[in-house]
């Protein structure tokens, strides 16, 4: 199982005190299995015990819970043994923090021989198939507020001696600033993705000028924030879901918020929960 962006330590504690004393587990982690034949839940579409029929509020769509018959099971540990032959059998997709919290609980009560480690040693996820056609992966952007976007470009051409105006071979990265857009591009990338190219370099300015960075989905909110006088705006292009293992297994953990799967809407509502008592 490999995270695919870098954790900040310092947000463990607080979710690790929460789960510390919470009688339920109601997780946010999504971990997305390599699985381009579809082994692991495939067959499992022919489910026939109907635990939960319900519509979700808010426009959320309807959901529909069944449980797995012994022999289902008996499958999917037979699907898991072999898709985990692979370098990557599962890249967390969502909820990178949740299940580092949830690792670090079962660390404390193991330290300390508590019974209660034997509950804490497992965490209740959501496993997607990364080639389902439901799962589509959006960009987000970043907009640098209190700048000077000539001193921005000026840097990050240092930052890359190499770098080329508009659109060529390698890394493009797509900028907004004072109503205008326009395009680098980076060679020879060392990175796998656009945004590690990118957000390299933003990490290391912030650090040298201290200036303010967010992430924002959509466009046009980008484009309007990087109108406004000392900002700057980067639009990275959409993500091809299956660069996500060879990325994360070449390159390790990717940046922080590197990707977002769907909208908004469709990621408010926890389904299914586990006693932690």
């Keep these: 199982v490999r995270a695919t962006e870098g954790t900040v330590l310092d947000r463990i504690p607080p979710r690790q005190a929460v789960r510390r004393n919470a009688p339920l587990e109601l997780p946010h982690i999504m971990l997305l299995a390599d699985d381009p034949e579809n082994k692991l839940i495939g067959p499992l579409a022919k489910c026939s015990q109907l635990l939960y029929d319900c519509d979700l509020m808010e426009g959320g769509g309807h959901v529909k819970g069944f449980l797995l018959t012994k022999a289902q099971q008996e499958a999917v540990q037979k699907a898991l043994a072999e898709l985990a032959q692979a370098p990557v059998l599962f890249a967390v997709g969502d909820g990178n923090h949740s299940l580092a919290s949830a690792k670090a609980h079962y660390e404390e009560e193991k330290a300390k021989g508590l019974a209660s480690a034997q509950l804490s040693r497992y965490a209740l996820v959501e496993v997607v198939n990364l080639y389902d056609d439901a799962l589509e992966f959006e960009p987000i952007h970043r907009v640098l507020f209190d700048i000077d976007p000539a001193d921005v470009m000026k840097e990050l051409k240092n930052y890359y001696p190499e770098t080329d105006t508009g659109q060529g071979e390698g890394h493009v990265i797509r900028y907004a600033c004072a109503g205008i857009e326009g395009y680098l591009t980076v060679p020879d990338p060392q990175a796998q ?69 769907g909208e908004a809407v469709e990621k408010r509502y926890y389904i299914e929960a586990r006693s932690l008592i």
Excluded at 195 to 208: E, M, P, S, W
């Design 193 to 261: 993705l656009e945004v590690g190219t990118l957000q390299r370099f933003l990490d290391d300015y912030i650090a040298k000028k201290g200036c303010r960075i967010d992430y924002i989905h959509g466009e046009d909110a980008v484009r309007s924030l990087a109108k406004e006088e000392g900002n700057a705006g980067f639009l990275l292009p959409p993500m091809d879901k299956f660069r996500l293992f060879p990325a994360v297994a070449s390159d390790g953990a990717l940046p922080r918020k590197t990707f977002s799967m």
